[in-house]
């Protein structure tokens, strides 16, 4: 077992194991999302997949919080949302799709999103969400 402490890295290039990837630092500090998440918005959400999001949940009918692991600096992030069917499941199929989504707030520890139905213009609980953050 080796055992290394360091307080400063200094690269070029990181690359995994098998040679398959590789990123730059700026890479990595500019254009990678810093939090991610799908969840299922009806009932009380369940997350399906994430990266830096610690919990979601549902404050009104198609409206959720995003709460992040790790805080931001500040709220000069962006935020892309997405909103739609669980297409295992949505039986008609994807003309018939209408679903939106919107940021209603900011802030640095998260991310209220907002969900509804172009047909009424209600708010209206997803099977799916994603969203996504970078900083």
């Given at each position: 077992k080796i055992t290394l402490i360091m307080s400063t890295l200094k690269v070029d290039t990181i690359l995994n194991t098998s040679?398959?990837?590789?990123?730059?630092?700026?890479?990595?500090?500019?254009?990678?999302?810093?939090?991610?998440?799908?969840?299922?918005?009806?009932?009380?959400?369940?997350?399906?997949?994430?990266?830096?999001?610690?919990?979601?949940?549902?404050?009104?009918?198609?409206?959720?919080?995003?709460?992040?692991?790790?805080?931001?600096?500040?709220?000069?992030?962006?935020?892309?949302?997405?909103?739609?069917?669980?297409?295992?499941?949505?039986?008609?199929?994807?003309?018939?799709?209408?679903n939106v989504s919107i940021v209603l707030n900011k802030a640095v520890s998260n991310v209220k999103i907002g969900g509804g139905d172009l047909d009424d213009g209600a708010q209206d609980d997803q099977d799916r969400m994603s969203v996504v953050v970078f900083a």
């Open positions: 040679d398959a990837h590789s990123s730059t630092p700026e890479q990595i500090a500019q254009g990678r999302a810093k939090a991610w998440v799908e969840f299922s918005g009806q009932g009380s959400a369940s997350i399906i997949g994430s990266y830096n999001v610690s919990s979601v949940s549902r404050t009104a009918n198609g409206n959720y919080t995003v709460n992040f692991t790790s805080n931001f600096a500040n709220t000069d992030y962006a935020v892309f949302a997405s909103a739609g069917a669980n297409l295992a499941t949505y039986v008609d199929g994807l003309n018939s799709q209408d």
